[in-house]
Nanobody, 126 residues
Framework: QVQLVESGGGLVQPGGSLKLSCEAS????????IAWFRQAPGKDREGVSC????????WYSDSVKGRFTISRDNAYNTVYLQMNNMNEEDAGVYYC???????????????????WGQGTQVTVSS
């Protein structure tokens, strides 16, 4: 099973940027698709972004498209989420999740992600 640890959350002003990291241990991340989800207080958890294990495909929700960028460095067993031009609606707890292992691990956002991190808090406020 993959152990995932998120980091990089914090307080940012509207229009600012944060970069989240999701570091994996236990197995090689190269066999897993990795997604970012977020949950704001009183709201359902929503998918934000995802990257396949072969880096050929990325997915973004409409609300973050053009502002967020997902990337991965399998040598460091880490996936990143660069968040730019943030607004209050981006606030919440951000979780990374792993889907796999597979030779071709796909981003099926309503599928099963077997491993989840504990989350990192993101606050957007002036």
């Amino acid at each position: 099973q993959v152990q995932l640890v998120e980091s990089g959350g914090g307080l940012v002003q509207p229009g600012g940027s944060l970069k989240l990291s999701c570091e994996a241990s236990g197995v090689a991340l190269e066999w897993f698709a990795i997604a970012w989800f977020r949950q704001a207080p009183g709201k359902d958890r929503e998918g934000v972004s995802c990257i396949t294990n072969d880096v050929e495909t990325t997915w973004y929700s409409d609300s973050v498209k053009g502002r967020f960028t997902i990337s991965r460095d399998n040598a460091y067993n880490t996936v990143y989420l660069q968040m730019n031009n943030m607004n209050e609606e981006d606030a919440g707890v951000y979780y990374c999740a792993a889907r796999g292992p597979s030779v071709r691990a796909l981003c099926i956002m309503d599928g099963i992600f077997g491993s989840w991190g504990q989350g990192t808090q993101v606050t957007v406020s002036s």
